[in-house]
């Protein structure tokens, strides 16, 4: 009794990061796009969905491998490999936060509006949702974080599950493979494959944000985990969130693929489409469930991001300076940062609410194409000097690590000739 009493303490000290991955990953990479890129191009991009998948594995699991292994997050890592690296890092950071946050925000917006149908407009949503995070998390901090999201990417997973299930049994599949895809080999198709896996099932900068969710829990907990341990949290919610995306995709496929409708460009009009997915195939009665089960699926990932940004420059404010912060430094960046980025959020959706999926697409794009930058960092220093010899990854992950930023690389090269040359 004593023995599975202390593991289960183990187990609840261990997993957490892993859930505010999947809690950040299922979102608008699931709602949106991977729903997008079933409805509109049937099954034949489930190659890229899987591949998409297949190929950030490594490179976000090198966060919880470093944190368990040093007891430091990724920023730490990159300055040690030079202020290079520090600083394109930063460029980067400054260079998305902004618009990935309004992209995560806005749908909320819609989601909440299709709910409640209050009137308001999707900038008073997301302002709103933006406040209701920042209330949460100064309220609960970690702690608070931690237990939500292990608590809300419940509900939504099984009405999806079955809702899939119960499509394959309506004999949809046939229907959708006989149904001949339009072309992705152009320029608006390599622009949405592009979004697609860039966010598909989450950008590569949560590699970072792993990393610090971990060193927080080991803060919170005075345990550090095995890389055993890191791996099996990490492993868990990467694992879910790409079942997660495949299911949505599928739903897209199997409902909407070859009907002759598709996804408008208003957040509040695409909550409604998303949301009648679902009452083709589980009935009338399941549109009430399954639009609170995904407002708050994508509450919980607009909190996850709310809170990671601000973390995230907490932590480059104590690298660039060489020392740790003070009490009094950490909290005034945290809380300074929390409200610059949604504020800065709300002001660009300000402009931009009528054509949300272009402000998603362009989001997601800039995180693909930053991605092979991040990723060779991160293959760099888990095999580097700064990793300890036992957790570097062995010849055969290696290998494989390569074949993962060779693959980002050249689909990167090849979408910027087709924009820039051909298209």
């Known amino acids: 009794m004593d023995i599975k009493n202390q593991t289960y303490q183990t187990f609840l000290k261990v997993v957490g990061p892993g859930f505010l991955l999947a809690g950040a990953a299922i979102g608008v990479s699931h709602l949106v796009q991977a729903t997008r890129a079933g409805a509109d191009y049937g099954f034949s991009l489930l190659w890229l969905l899987l591949l998409a998948i297949i190929s950030k594995y490594p490179f976000l699991e090198f966060g919880p491998r470093f944190a368990s292994a040093t007891g430091k997050h990724l920023i730490h890592g990159y300055k040690s490999l030079g202020a290079w690296a520090y600083w394109v890092y930063l460029i980067i950071t400054i260079g998305t936060m902004f618009i990935i946050q309004a992209a995560v925000t806005v749908v909320t917006a819609g989601l909440a509006e299709y709910l409640f149908g209050f009137g308001w407009s999707a900038v008073i ?230 054509t949300f999926t272009i402000l998603i697409d362009f989001a997601a794009g800039l995180s693909f194409l930053a991605a092979p930058i991040l990723g060779w960092f991160n293959l760099k220093l888990i095999t580097s000097k700064h990793t300890p010899k036992d957790a570097r990854p062995s010849k055969g992950y290696r290998v494989f690590s390569w074949a993962c930023l060779i693959f980002l690389i050249v689909f990167s090269v090849v979408y910027l000739y087709w924009r820039f040359w051909i298209g």
């Open 125 to 354: 949503w997301s302002a709103v949702v933006l406040a209701a995070c920042i209330l949460l998390i100064t309220v609960g901090r970690y702690p608070g974080l931690d237990l939500t999201m292990k608590v809300i990417i419940t509900l939504l997973t099984i009405c999806t599950f079955i809702a899939v299930v119960i499509a394959l049994g309506a004999g949809t599949v046939r229907e959708a493979m006989m149904t001949e895809p339009p072309s992705y080999w152009n320029m608006a198709g390599l622009a949405f494959i592009i979004a697609f896996m860039g966010w598909m099932p989450i950008p590569l900068d949560a590699s970072v944000w792993h990393s610090i969710w971990s060193n927080e829990k080991e803060r919170q907990t005075g345990y550090r985990p095995t890389l055993r341990e890191a791996r099996f949290d990490f492993n868990l919610g990467y694992y879910s969130a790409g079942f997660i995306g495949l299911l949505f995709f599928l739903l897209g496929a199997l409902i909407m693929f070859g009907s002759g409708t598709g996804f408008s460009s208003s957040s509040v009009q695409f909550s409604a489409e998303l949301i009648d997915l679902y009452g083709r195939t589980l009935g009338s009665w399941s549109a009430p469930l399954v639009s609170v089960a995904a407002l708050i699926t994508m509450f919980s990932t607009t909190l996850a991001v709310t809170d990671a940004y601000p973390r995230v420059v907490t932590e480059l404010r104590e690298v660039h300076k060489g020392t740790p912060l003070t009490a009094t430094e950490r909290n005034l960046t945290y809380y300074a940062t929390i409200i610059i980025v949604p504020v800065v959020a709300v002001f660009i959706l300000t402009y931009l609410t009528g």
